[in-house]
């Protein structure tokens, strides 16, 4: 069974304990949780290095509907609260022991709190539980928190992807890392 369908069938939920003892919980994402998921994606900092260029709830809505319903696009609430997002995206065939790491963000009010180190933990166990070998993401050259972050994960710089976005606001093309992390 792949690591989505494990994740759908059974939900996982993070071992970390954090703000009085509270569980994280990982789960897929509804439409309930649009206000939330949009609110992070569009967030002045994070939006930079996320996949959506800044837009309204309405132009958006669509978009995140079609997120959703791919059932790849997950949440992490402490006590109803949701505080981060990511999608696991599977590859297929020979890659499927590969699974894509992106849209990984935490609310403003969370960050620099240890969080990131926690739901990436939480997310390698999942994935090594469900049989992926691989877990690869990118990242922005210039993301250094992220970077920071990844590497601490035990993710390492696999290459360079040239010109890999474009954002809108600037009309410049950007580069990312290509990082993975190997689960045996």
């Known amino acids: ?30 439409t309930n949780d649009f206000n939330a998921v949009y609110d992070m994606y569009m967030d002045d900092y994070a939006n930079a ?44 065939d020979r890659q499927q022991h590969t699974v894509y790491l ?21 997310i390698k166990q999942q994935c090594e539980k469900n049989g992926m070998v691989r877990i690869e993401l990118t990242v922005d050259v210039d993301n250094m928190a992220a970077i920071g972050l990844y590497k601490k994960a035990g993710f390492e710089t696999e290459g360079i992807v040239k010109k890999s ?12 890392y290509l990082m993975a992390c190997i689960l045996e």
């Not at 494990?6 to 939900?11: H, I, N, R, S």
């Not at 509907?65 to 981060?84: F, H, K, P, R, W």
């Open 1 to 30: 069974m792949s690591a989505i369908a494990l994740a759908k069938a059974e939900g996982f939920h993070s071992l970390f304990t954090i703000h009085h003892s509270l569980p994280m919980v990982h789960r897929l994402a509804t």
């Open 49 to 92: 290095y996320l996949t959506y260029d800044p837009m309204s709830k309405g132009e958006f809505k669509p978009t995140y509907e079609s997120v959703v319903n791919t059932q790849t696009l997950y949440v992490v609430e402490i006590d109803g609260e949701v505080m981060a997002t990511y999608r696991l995206v599977p590859k297929t």
């Open 102 to 122: 992106g849209g990984f963000t935490i609310k403003d009010t969370s960050r620099g709190k240890g969080f990131g180190s926690k739901i990436l933990s939480a």
């Open 165 to 176: 976005y474009k954002l809108s606001r600037t009309n410049r093309f950007y580069d990312e």
